[in-house]
T-cell receptor, first 118, second 114 residues
């Protein structure tokens, strides 16, 4: 069975600090996909990134970067120079390559609430 | 930009009543999902739907729940006899491929059972 763990339930930083959100996953499949979603106070789920299990290249998008390490089953998310607008709950999620219409079924971690103070 | 839309945004219902939550997925998407998020908790998978049938469902999705795609655009979640513990945010999502793609989520329906 697949599982995603986000050990940090809440993080508080001051604006301009860098912050890393941890994500550890479990799966028996060799093909799987990892995601990060942002849930701002308004409540919607905003897609941030998708990674497949064969691509361990780290990715950078502006102030956001992701570090995927299969050896430790981790997919960590770093925000550089955090801003107040980054305050949200961040979810890491996993899906396995299942045939039959459920291939994008997501298993979410418990989320990390990030509070960025001015 | 195409988006998933859900109605209503907030519904209050009495325990034991039936509710129908509505979703309009992105028009060329083929795979549809419902998720639930109890306040302050994680997002949980309920059901996936493809080719006019349920492809997978979780333990939460018991006989009180049903899904339907009554026409070419709507995707509904029905809760037959609501319980207090059904109070949650319900998210609809859709994708255009079977896997290796991001799910597009609607803005959610907050269901409050009183």
């Amino acid at each position: 069975a697949q599982k995603v763990t986000q050990a940090q339930t809440e993080i508080s930083v001051v604006e301009k600090e860098d912050v890393t959100l941890d994500c550890v996953y479990e799966t028996r499949d060799t093909t799987y996909y990892l995601f990060w979603y942002k849930q701002p106070p308004s409540g919607e789920l905003v897609f941030l990134i998708r990674r497949n299990s064969f691509d361990e290249q780290n990715e950078i998008s502006g102030r956001y970067s992701w570090n995927f390490q299969k050896s430790t089953s981790s997919f960590n998310f770093t925000i550089t120079a955090s801003q107040v607008v980054d305050s949200a709950v961040y979810f890491c999620a996993l899906s396995e390559a299942r045939r039959g219409g459920a291939g994008n079924m997501l298993t979410f971690g418990g989320g990390t609430r990030l509070m960025v103070k001015p | 930009e195409p988006e998933v839309t859900q109605t209503p945004s907030h519904q209050v219902t009495q325990m034991g009543q039936e509710v129908i939550l509505r979703c309009v997925p992105i028009s060329n998407h083929l795979y549809f999902y419902w998720y639930r998020q109890i306040l302050g908790q994680k997002v949980e998978f309920l059901v996936s739907f493809y080719n006019n049938e349920i492809s997978e469902k979780s333990e939460i999705f018991d006989d009180q729940f049903s899904v339907e795609r009554p026409d070419g655009s709507n995707f509904t979640l029905k809760i037959r006899s609501t319980k207090l513990e059904d109070s949650a945010m319900y998210f609809c999502a859709s994708t255009n491929r079977e896997f290796n793609t991001e799910a597009f989520f609607g803005q959610g329906t907050r269901l409050t059972v009183v």
